[in-house]
């Protein structure tokens, strides 16, 4: 059955918006998932760019057809797998396919040179001198494709003499040497910092390139370089990416310059859409208004590595979390994020809430709610709101902490704390007074 884009709806289902087609749900491109948001505006956007599709068809397992490059393209994608633990798993293939260094023959080489240099600029800032390691790989990427378009003559040994050696005293990194060194370990980090959503988006570029540009990709969807860099980048190593060395007409390479910048606006448009602000404010790190917490009272780590540890609430871990609320009250205000460690990275809480709230968060609430009212007091419970999000599939808890109008002071001793920057101190004697004075 042929539908026009109009004929689609946006409809709510509680905080979740859903995608409709008279009385059915629009399916994601496998048929297993509905298409559902919390950001109504996505879904909205993606069914605008249903028009640009001409007519459309509802298969029999709810998905939409014909399947391109697109809003709904990359959500399906993003429902079915997670795709930064694959490319991580795969970094050392995705590295050794990659095409931005590697350099052209012939008169084209200057000019995909002058393309590559906003990568290389991204990766300077990063790893300094390591990023020489991507024109190392380079070689080796070259030698290999060149291999398999002329095979009678890719054992050249003159094209690793200007290389210095790997740490393996080799003149070229392999699958193998890459894996240690600090650049591969970078790139991991900036995948493990990178967002779901972003990750998604990164497929469904690797998709549209023949997974031959993967650092051109990973700049982008970071924020590292332009979406008119982008498109440079890949189409200067084309006639490589092909296998051919001929010369492109003029207008198919306006064509398919478009359509690249056309691919990264659309990878970019999906972030920008499914953004999650408090992922957004996790990304940022700790500072003097946010603050991380890996749990609420499980000894996380213990209970994961130790064996013999019994799980139980610690005192220790329940006072870190009291003493950053009482800061905060005491200066400026700030956020207090639950199940997030300090790398920045998720842990969420389900871990606490197993072990200690029978799976419960109305519990483990309850639970938070009556540690700040017995060791801090009722009163200030007007400036706290606590919420429970979902971040990158786990579920974490934010107290935004809102300063307090006269000091408070942690039970049993008083104990008096403020926020100075990313850590929180204890005042006493004339530090205590002059800080209440100048303050309250």
């Keep these: 059955m042929y539908n026009k884009a109009f004929d689609f709806e946006v409809k709510q289902d509680g905080n979740i918006w859903t995608v409709m087609l008279d009385d059915r749900v629009l399916m994601s491109a496998t048929g297993e998932h509905k ?51 694959i490319f991580t798993e795969n970094l050392a293939d995705l590295l050794f396919s990659d095409l931005t260094f590697v350099e052209n023959a012939g008169p084209e080489r200057v000019d995909q040179i002058a393309a590559s240099s906003p990568i290389y600029s991204w990766l300077e800032r990063i790893f300094g001198t390591e990023a020489n390691v991507a024109r190392m790989i380079a070689t080796t990427v070259y030698n290999e494709t060149y291999a398999m378009m002329m095979p009678e003559e890719a054992e050249d040994p003159d094209l690793y003499d200007h290389l210095e050696p790997d740490i393996a005293g080799n003149k070229f990194y392999t699958r193998a040497s890459i894996g240690e060194t600090k650049f591969f370990a970078g790139l991991a980090a900036v995948l493990s910092h990178s967002s779901s959503e972003e990750c998604s988006a990164l497929h469904g570029l690797l ?15 970071t924020g590292c370089i332009s979406k008119s860099q982008y498109a440079t980048s890949v189409m200067s190593s084309s006639n490589l990416r092909h296998g051919i060395q001929a010369d492109i007409d003029r207008e198919d390479h ?32 700790e500072s003097a208004d946010i603050e991380f917490k890996e749990s609420l009272s499980l000894d996380v780590r213990r209970a994961a590595f130790d064996k013999a540890y019994t799980k139980a609430k610690e005192a220790k871990i329940e006072l870190a979390v009291l003493k950053t609320i009482v800061g905060f009250l005491n200066a400026k205000g700030g956020k207090l994020f639950i199940g997030v460690r300090d790398d920045t990275s998720i842990g969420g809480i389900d871990a606490e809430l197993d072990a200690f709230h029978n799976r419960s968060t109305d519990k483990f609430l309850l639970y938070l709610k009556d540690l700040i009212v017995t060791r801090i007091g009722k009163g200030i419970l007007g400036n706290l709101v606590t919420g429970l999000h ?51």
């Design 35 to 85: 298409i559902s948001h919390k950001n109504q505006n996505f879904l909205v956007a993606m069914i605008e760019e249903f028009q640009s599709f001409g007519e459309i068809s509802i298969a029999e397992n709810g998905s939409l057809e014909p399947i391109v490059f697109s809003q709904y393209a990359l959500f399906s994608d993003h429902l079915i797998a997670d795709w930064r633990t």
């Design 207 to 221: 998709s549209m390139n023949g997974h031959r540009h993967f650092l051109a990709s990973l700049a982008l969807i």
């Design 390 to 440: 979902e971040v990158e599939g786990k579920r974490i808890v934010v107290i935004d902490v809102e300063k307090a109008s006269e000091p408070c002071f942690l039970k049993p001793d008083d104990a008096f704390y403020v926020r100075t920057s990313p850590a929180t101190e204890q005042l006493t004697g004339k530090d205590l007074l002059d800080y209440i004075r100048n303050n309250f």
């Design 254 to 285: 306006r064509s398919m310059y478009q359509s690249t910048i056309g691919e990264a606006a659309i990878a970019l448009a999906f972030i920008d859409l499914t953004r999650n602000p408090v992922f957004e404010l996790i990304r940022k790190g």
